[in-house]
Structures are given as structure tokens and as C-alpha cells.
């Protein structure tokens, strides 16, 4: 049998070395915050994206010429990264206002289920994916538009067993597993799309509500 061994070291700079890792920290932070900056800044004013390197910067702050360039780089690939970050979260944010504004004109009332998405992203090991599509700043939007031209906005109780009720006799599953993605009634024969028969209950029990 084979073994592998390992050594685990901790070193500590010297003062020197202290020194120049201050510098390089300091110079990524400054490039880092130059390009972010400048490359906003013309793209508002223009319109356009702008390339800016770290070695561009140099001519005019040569105290960067004392650290790594490598380091450098990444903080121009950081200042980019954040970039793509931000221009998704704008096209996330223009696709939830566009949906939102056309299901407010075109509906009277809009019934959705009050979803714990936190506790579905830890049940579930989603990780961020689940916040990372804006539901809840989606029905933010749904609810103000709805409620500035009139309309009604209600949310079905999150405890409301949606995906195990029977849309067709109301009949209700004691256990109904997520990879389940069909829906079959035991009592009535009915074979339904799991998501579809928890939209049917949902629309189902709010038209009920809304008669009081």
C-alpha cells in the first residue's frame, strides 16, 4: 500500500518583503478602482467599450513599475469580471420590468405563491442559483405596477400544499417527491405536469378569494 506524505509550512516575510507586498496590494487596489472608473466613464459618455491595460497606466504613475505586472493583470481581469457582473444584473433587471409592466396591462389580478426561496436554495443545495433569479425583486415590480393601475396582487400562503392538491378533485397526497415532475391522482385517475396542476390550485383558490 501506497502512502502519501505532506508537510504543511508557514513562512513569514521579512521586513522587506512586508514591504513590497503592501505595495503590490495598494497598486492592485489603484488599478483596480483606475480602469473600473475610466472604462464607466466613457462608456457613458460615448457609448462604447474602452481597453484600458495596467502597462497603459504606467507612463503616468511609476510607482507601478515597482510591483509584479502579473498582479496587475489580474486586477484589470477583476475590473472586467466586475463589468460582465454588472451588465448582466441590468439585463436581469430590464427583462423583470418588461414582464412585469406587460403582466400588469394585460391582467386584472395576478395570484402567485409566497415561495421561501431562501430555505429552497439550503433545502435543496441550489446554492445561489435560486437568488440569483431575482423572484423576489420580480414580485417587488409584479405588486406596485398592479396596485398603480388598480389591479389586485395576492400571494397564496407558502404552507398551501399546491403541488400535492389535485386540481381536478381536490384531493390531497400525503408525500409527493421533487423528481416526481408529474402529477398522478389516485383518486380521480388524472395525470398532470407537476408544475402546471400547482398553478391550477394556485389560480383555483385565489379566483376565491377574490369573491369576498
Known sequence: MKYNLAFKYRIYPNKEQKLLINKTFGCVRF??????????????????????????LK??????????SLALSNAQLKAKISKLHEYIKNCRRDFLHKLSKKLSETYNAV?????????MSQALNFGKSIGDNGWGMFLRMLEYKLMFLGKQFLKIDKWFPSSKTC?????VKE?????ERSYKCECCGIEIDRDYNAALNIKNIGKEILKY
Open 31 to 56: 488599478v483596480y478602482n483606475t480602469i473600473l472608473y475610466t472604462a464607466n466613464k466613457f462608456y457613458e459618455e460615448t457609448g462604447k467599450n474602452k481597453i484600458i491595460t495596467p502597462a497603459s
Open 59 to 68: 507612463s503616468e504613475n511609476q510607482f507601478l513599475k515597482e510591483v509584479d
Open 111 to 119: 395570484v402567485v405563491e409566497d415561495l421561501n426561496m431562501k430555505g
Open 167 to 171: 386540481s381536478k378533485c381536490g384531493n
Open 175 to 179: 408525500e409527493l417527491k421533487l423528481s
